[in-house]
């Protein structure tokens, strides 16, 4: 078995985490734009970090595919298309209501009630931290119901797709200079999963997530059109 690179075990593993963290936040919510290009050097200048730091942070950005790795050149930071829109609600619509179904009698309605008012603070703030707000509290309220459905394959599997999904919401609504909203899609849930009743449970969530795919797809297209980014994979899928 080959040694270690001695550069990616010289520090604590926990500045690496600190940046990769730092680093994927920005990701998501498109503060690094999608396709755009960046070198290690400069990644280290704007975050404060070290090198080992910052390639621990770039590798398993890379390996989770929100990085890709461009030799002598940087880095490219994964690009957004209708596609990608497409694909994370997919499966959101397929396994979001199955894990509302699985958690009836099991959810704790008190914990998603303050999750679900979590969702409707208003923050003084710009509108891009806004949304990360949001999309935090929004994140939370269904990985409760994701939780509580007790498969923790399925926890997994959604909580990569909410994070995918801030990616999608945060360049649509950031770029259109307007912030998402959920109606009352949450409640309903909720009262859903008071009287016990398991299908319209699982129908609120699918009508929830196809409610929100159009919303978003929308404001994705209009980014995308606007900025140019992935506008030929754009365009390929629409022909």
Not at 26 to 42: A, Q, V, Y
């Amino acid at each position: 078995m080959p040694d270690a690179d001695p550069s990616l075990t010289a520090i604590p593993s926990s500045q690496g985490d600190a940046a990769y963290r730092r680093i994927r936040r920005d990701i998501l919510s498109c503060r690094l734009l999608p396709g755009s290009r960046h070198t290690e050097p400069e990644l280290m200048d704007v975050y404060g970090i070290g090198k080992s730091s910052c390639r621990i942070a770039l590798t398993r950005l890379c390996h989770e595919h929100l990085l890709a790795s461009l030799p002598r050149k940087g880095y490219q930071v994964a690009p957004v298309t209708v596609k990608d829109v497409e694909e994370v609600f997919a499966l959101r619509a397929q396994l979001e209501p199955l894990a509302a179904r699985l958690a009836v009698e099991r959810v704790d309605i008190e914990r998603l009630r303050v999750l679900e008012a979590a969702c409707r603070v208003m923050h003084p703030a710009p509108l891009p931290e806004q949304i990360d707000v949001f999309m935090d509290a929004n994140k939370a309220f269904h990985l409760e119901i994701a939780r509580a459905a007790g498969n923790e394959r399925l926890l997994r599997t959604l909580s990569g797709l909410m994070d995918e999904m801030t990616r999608l919401v945060a360049l649509g609504f950031n770029v259109q200079g307007t912030k998402p909203e959920i109606k009352h899609d949450h409640n309903a849930m909720i009262k859903a999963f008071e009287e016990r009743d398991g299908k319209r449970a699982e129908l609120i969530a699918r009508r929830h997530i196809e409610t929100f795919q159009a919303m978003t797809l929308e404001k994705v297209y209009a980014s995308l059109s606007e900025s140019g980014v992935s506008l030929p994979l754009l365009m390929a899928r629409l022909s």
